[in-house]
């Protein structure tokens, strides 16, 4: 999990990953190895980010789908629109995976445009899946059930960013960000303990929505 407030350099941080730009000191390694002695295509195809401002394209919801990989069988499909949680509102439509897709999705709501994005990364198969703020527009059931069904995946390394507690604080490890800066690194009780930008934000949202138990 990685959280932090706006311009905490959330973003900045997992774009290091992919190689949208290099560090200027110390390094980012993925499976130990530096992300720049990979080639740049190998390792973009093993790494799935999904924006908060990903869209969808002209064509069918299958069309958007096979983007992630045109060779998804049927059954990968499947999985990854139940992963998504999106499988329910797709197969509720007249033509199911079939069915058409506005200029930028504009036929969706925007959880379900965020669902079928990251429906589209885990075509993919992706080593590395990033959602960056990229279920902001979930309820918290749907964002909880989202994140556990990912859990369940083997051979996959996620990464949540997010403003809001309740949707990193089941994570091995989290991170938090301040003005560019990791003021904090553990567990959430470990951070409710020893990290006070954590206390502050978790605190801030609990009063506003009773967010402590991810509901």
């Given at each position: 999990?990685?959280i932090?407030?706006?311009?905490?350099s959330k973003?900045?941080?997992?774009?290091?990953?992919?190689r949208?730009?290099?560090?200027?000191?110390?390094?980012?390694?993925?499976?130990?190895?530096?992300?720049?002695?990979y080639?740049?295509e190998?390792l973009?195809?093993?790494?799935?980010?999904?924006?908060?401002s990903?869209?969808?394209f002209s064509?069918?919801?299958?069309?958007?789908?096979?983007?992630?990989?045109?060779n998804?069988?049927e059954?990968?499909l499947?999985?990854?629109?139940?992963?998504?949680?999106?499988y329910?509102?797709?197969?509720?439509?007249?033509?199911?995976?079939d069915?058409?897709v506005a200029?930028?999705?504009?036929n969706f709501?925007?959880g379900q445009?965020?669902?079928?994005t990251i429906a589209?990364?885990?075509v993919?198969k992706p080593?590395?899946l990033?959602?960056?703020?990229?279920?902001?527009a979930?309820?918290?059931?749907?964002?909880?059930k989202?994140?556990?069904?990912i859990k369940?995946?083997?051979d996959?390394?996620?990464?949540?960013v997010s403003?809001?507690?309740?949707?990193?604080m089941?994570?091995?490890?989290?991170?938090?960000?301040?003005?560019g800066k990791v003021?904090?690194f553990?567990t959430?009780?470990?951070?409710?303990?020893?990290c006070?930008?954590?206390?502050?934000?978790?605190q801030s949202q609990?009063?506003?929505g009773?967010?402590?138990?991810g509901?």
């Open positions: 999990g990685i932090g407030g706006t311009g905490s973003t900045s941080l997992v774009n290091l990953i992919a949208l730009y290099d560090v200027t000191e110390g390094s980012v390694k993925v499976g130990g190895k530096d992300v720049r002695d080639d740049i190998t973009r195809d093993k790494v799935s980010v999904v924006l908060q990903n869209v969808l064509g069918t919801i299958l069309d958007n789908l096979r983007w992630g990989n045109e998804a069988t059954e990968e499947v999985e990854a629109l139940k992963l998504s949680q999106s329910d509102f797709v197969k509720e439509k007249d033509k199911g995976i069915s058409e200029q930028k999705g504009k709501s925007g445009k965020q669902r079928l589209r990364a885990l993919k080593k590395i990033i959602l960056d703020d990229s279920s902001s979930l309820d918290y059931a749907t964002d909880a989202l994140r556990s069904d369940t995946l083997k996959i390394t996620l990464f949540v403003q809001r507690t309740a949707s990193i089941d994570a091995d490890r989290i991170v938090v960000l301040d003005d003021v904090g553990g959430h009780d470990e951070l409710l303990k020893d006070s930008v954590y206390q502050e934000i978790y609990f009063k506003k009773g967010q402590s138990n509901k």
